[in-house]
T-cell receptor
């Protein structure tokens, strides 16, 4: 059983389209994140949710809208996709007492 | 904002060599974490450090939490081909135990091991 699973793993789409990436964790942790990894491999935090509540929004354009239907799921919806949105998006769950983040395998988004 | 400077950015070594990489922070950290990312995968935790001066090993890996609390290093001894990947240091802007923890990552060290 994968602890943090993301779908789809690969996504290729045209500029202007809307797409979603889903994330589910079976670790029972309350806090989940979305990170963006650009072509230089830099990992940048985008959002954090704690038990379905948004707690971190790192100045991400409002075309990006996370949604957390329950504490095990944190989905990312992106409207009006732009070329610069091409990246690998990682979902993660936080083990609060150690500070360790458990990452999903990533979703590679390519905008043409 | 908080910055983590990680060096070197890349390393090309021969199998069997030892490797060292380090991170420095612009502010004091209470925790240092070292992650490894294999190609096509998400980062996976290698070592966690919670106290200044702490030296922790995980197999051939050794990491230390600097006594100034603004730096950490990771050593890999007797490297093997499967050590290839990107190594990240990371630290939270808030104390461990806080659900709003914001983990900041260094820029990563790309390690290549030639057999």
């Amino acid at each position: 059983d994968t602890a943090v699973s993301q779908t789809p793993k690969y996504l290729v789409t045209q500029m202007g389209n809307d797409k979603s990436i889903k994330c589910e964790q079976n670790l029972g942790h309350d806090t989940m994140y979305w990170y963006k990894q650009d072509s230089k491999k830099f990992l940048k935090i985008m959002f954090s949710y704690n038990n379905k509540e948004l707690i971190i929004n790192e100045t991400v354009p409002n075309r990006f809208s996370p949604k957390s239907p329950d504490k095990a799921h944190l989905n990312l919806h992106i409207n009006s996709l732009e070329l610069g949105d091409s990246a690998v998006y990682f979902c993660a769950a936080l083990q609060v007492w150690t500070g360790e983040l458990f990452f999903g395998e990533g979703s590679r988004l390519t905008v043409l | 904002g908080q910055q983590l400077n990680q060096s070197p950015q890349s390393m090309f070594i021969q199998e069997g060599e030892d490797v060292s990489m380090n991170c420095t922070s612009s502010s004091i950290f209470n925790t240092w974490l070292w992650y490894k990312q294999d190609p096509g995968e998400g980062p996976v935790l290698l070592i966690a450090l919670y106290k200044a001066g702490e030296l922790t090993s995980n197999g051939r890996l050794t990491a230390q939490f600097g006594i100034t609390r603004k730096d950490s290093f990771l050593n890999i001894s007797a490297s093997i081909p499967s050590d290839v990947g990107i190594y990240f240091c990371a630290g939270p802007a808030t104390p461990v135990g806080f659900s709003g923890s914001r983990l900041t990552f260094g820029e990563g060290t790309q390690l290549t091991v030639n057999p």
